[in-house]
């Protein structure tokens, strides 16, 4: 079981490692949902971790429909995050009417690779995220970070459960949703997954 911890710090991240993570997505600003960290925070990250450290995408808070401009910042930040030995990164990106931008999801994978691209939890601002996960793959998406469109894991482990379903083994279902050390197992019984992700996880 991988258990990725999402932090908003350097020194976070470093403590997250100590305790047991296995993986970090490393974050600015969690209050707004997590914004892409700074460079010297990537830069640490990727020297002195000894676990992946999958840097957030994200240029603000808010929505996840973004203008022309920003998605040039996140295709920068994403150079930057390869240039730095990144093993992956995490990102989404919405339609003003909340579907999968697809068409600019395809070029961020692509300018991405090798990395491991997450698709972060703007996939539970659709109505059906269970019937985009074939796009996804095709994309060549790796892992969706989900909460079943629901507040906490356990309120969507109908939703959860589906997509693992459709996934069938060719992209990860990372359990997201409230799911902290203290709840983990219950969580683990409701919803069998090989990734689970929280602040407090471990």
Do not use: Q, W
Not at 52 to 73: N, T
Not at 88 to 111: Q, R, W
Not at 127 to 155: M, N
């Amino acid at each position: 079981m991988i258990k990725e911890v999402c932090v908003e710090s350097f020194s976070e991240a470093l403590a997250a490692e100590k305790r047991g993570a296995d993986r970090i997505e490393l974050c600015d600003n969690l209050y707004l949902g997590g914004t892409t960290p700074s460079y010297g925070t990537i830069k640490m990250a990727m020297e002195k971790l000894s676990i992946p450290a999958f840097p957030i995408i994200r240029p603000r808070g808010g929505d996840f429909y973004y203008s022309k401009e920003e998605i040039e910042i996140m295709k920068e930040d994403i150079k930057i995050c390869k240039s730095l030995g990144a093993k992956g990164v995490v990102l989404g990106v919405l339609t003003a009417d909340n579907k999968v931008d697809f068409e600019t999801l395809k070029e961020l994978v692509d300018l991405a690779s090798p990395m491991e691209v997450t698709f972060h939890k703007a996939v539970d601002e659709l109505k059906d995220p269970v019937e985009v996960i074939d796009k996804f793959v095709e994309i060549g998406v790796k892992r969706i970070l989900s909460s079943g469109t629901k507040e906490t894991a356990l309120e969507g482990k109908d939703i959860l459960n589906a997509m693992i379903k459709k996934a069938a083994g060719r992209i990860t279902i990372l359990i997201a949703g409230k799911v902290t050390n203290d709840n983990l197992d219950e969580v683990v019984a409701a919803i069998p997954s090989p990734e689970y992700h929280g602040k407090k996880i471990i």
